[in-house]
């Protein structure tokens, strides 16, 4: 066992799921798993330590801030139970979110927050990470002081902590009173780094229920997984490389036509990079006998910004719904209040991506979105036909398309020449020649693009097609699916891009 896990150590400093390191991992886990999954006290101690490891694969010492909220949350968590006057409660929940956005502001927000301020006063700083250098000081590491380093999946789990502090206090749940089973809900590694966010109503009940997978779960989880794995490897990191990054780096030296290109590539690239994680994370889960929340439900089939926000991201949407609009007051108070709440939403679901000027803007741009569909959607009912479906579709789709613009660029110089280039730079007799040198590109994109907007309908067939066939054709397909996935991966192995968030 030991060997094992030294040769696993050797294979990557990142747990990705693209990576072989990672499934002789999930091997070892599904092994263990099988031989003490009826054993549910030790199946959920396995499954946390387990978790806690991969997170220390993946974000290293940082590992400890995870063991920190979740102590801290525990307990609180523990408190609101005990105690019943409004106020004490109230102060705990206070203490939960101290705890929670202070270390994210800290290790996400701190550049962000003193260069805005240094801008503003024209003072200069230089930027220490005293937490590393008093870990630098007890324990003999050797961390870099200058800056600070995010903590992948920080943005993950400290949302989902809150959120069951908070469902405690509203008496929405009961506390969890064993801290393995709090620590294996907080730290459930197929979800932990990238989401989706798991709400504890959901995931909680589900460790104490008799561990069951059907033989159609089982099939269409191997089915998530492929479809995940084909997303990631084939698609987003191949027109990552070899067209997006390119482009948005040096837009100028492209045409408009190429740059128009690369903003539909990077708006397939971030849905088949995100939901890829996501149904990988929810094949994996499904296998060890978890159910986690779908997250995406064919975003780009959106008729309106709200539809679109319904269809994406949707553990994250649904959670600054319930935890920040409806706090604020919803819809239930005037228009200009309805239209505050859903800017100040946006806004700060924006800059929960990054703390970034460009994230800001981008979420801003969705809040503005958001008001002028409430607004037209009250002025202007109508009943929907072919023709308005189609406008409305494709008017929602290209916001979003050129919102993307905001959200990818790494400069708003890049995203002034962007759309520069797009006013001006389009030379029609370039265009065969474009297609013609990268022809496996856009055969990828058109392809990527026609699977997304399949009939829902033809989608479920298509599974349940596969799931009823025998054994033996369900193994040899999926061979086949996972060789070629691994032949047609034609770059370099990319993070997930939510890893950064």
């Given amino acids: 066992m030991e060997q094992l896990l030294k040769w696993i150590e050797t294979q990557s400093d990142l747990f990705l799921f693209t990576q072989a390191g990672f499934w002789i991992f999930y091997a070892f886990v599904l092994l263990v798993h099988a031989f003490i999954y009826k054993k549910r006290s030790l199946r959920s101690g396995f499954l946390f330590a387990a978790s806690l490891y991969f997170y220390y694969k993946t974000g ?3 590992f400890s801030l995870l063991i920190i909220s979740t102590i801290a949350d525990y307990l609180i968590g523990l ?37 805005t301020y240094a801008q503003l006063t024209q003072s200069n700083f230089i930027i220490i990470d005293y937490l590393a250098n008093f870990f630098n000081s007890i324990t003999g590491t050797n961390f870099s002081i200058d800056h600070i ?45 990238a989401g989706p966010i798991v709400r504890a109503r959901t995931f909680i009940p589900q460790l104490y229920k008799p561990f069951m997978v059907s033989n159609k779960w089982l099939w269409y989880a191997m089915i998530l997984i492929i479809g995940g794995l084909f997303k990631k490897m084939v698609i987003s990191d191949y027109i990552s490389i070899n ?43 499904l296998l060890l006998g978890f159910r986690l929340p779908t997250n995406f ?16 991201h949707i553990s994250l949407s649904t959670w600054l719904r319930d935890y920040i609009y409806i706090p604020l007051g919803g819809s239930r108070f005037s228009k200009f209040r309805t239209a505050f709440n859903l800017m100040l939403t946006m806004l700060l679901g924006g800059l929960w991506h990054g703390a970034a000027l460009k994230f800001i ?65 389009f030379v029609p007799s370039s265009y065969t ?20 907007f399949l009939p829902d309908k033809w989608q479920r067939n298509s599974k349940l097609l596969f799931i009823k066939q ?22 370099d192995i990319l993070p997930f891009i939510y890893f950064r968030f």
């Fill in 60 to 62: 290293g010492y940082f």
């Fill in 79 to 115: 408190s609101l139970d005990y105690y019943q006057q409004k106020w004490k409660r109230k102060l705990l929940v206070v203490l939960s979110l101290c705890i929670n956005l202070g270390i994210l502001a800290y290790f996400k927000y701190t550049y962000f927050i003193l260069d």
């Fill in 297 to 312: 439900n064919h975003p780009y089939k959106a008729k309106s910004i709200q539809d679109f926000w319904r269809r994406w």
């Fill in 433 to 452: 020649a474009i297609f013609g040198s990268q022809l496996y590109l856009f055969i990828l994109i058109a392809g990527g693009f026609i699977l997304h």
């Fill in 243 to 285: 067209f997006v990054d390119r482009i948005f780096e040096h837009p100028i030296a492209y045409s408009g036509f190429e740059v128009l290109m690369a903003i539909y590539a990077y708006a397939l690239q971030i849905y088949c990079d995100f939901s890829g994680y996501t149904d990988i994370a929810l094949g994996v889960a």
């Fill in 361 to 425: 803007i981008w979420g801003g741009l969705h809040g503005v979105a958001l008001v002028i569909n409430r607004v037209f959607s009250r002025l202007f009912k109508y009943k929907p036909n072919k023709f308005s479906s189609l406008l409305t579709w494709f008017i929602t789709f290209h916001f979003v398309i050129i919102t993307w613009i905001v959200f990818r660029v790494d400069s708003m110089e890049n995203a002034q020449i962007i759309f520069d280039r797009l006013g001006r730079a």
């Fill in 470 to 491: 025998s054994l033996f054709i369900k193994i040899v397909s999926s061979a086949i699916a996972v060789f070629a996935i691994v032949s047609l991966h034609q770059s």
């Fill in 149 to 193: 380093t995010l903590p992948v999946g920080i943005s993950f789990f400290t949302f989902q902590t809150i959120s069951y502090t908070i469902d405690v206090y509203r008496r929405e749940l009961k506390p969890v009173r064993n801290i393995i089973d709090f620590g294996f809900y907080v730290s459930f590694f197929p979800q932990l780094i």
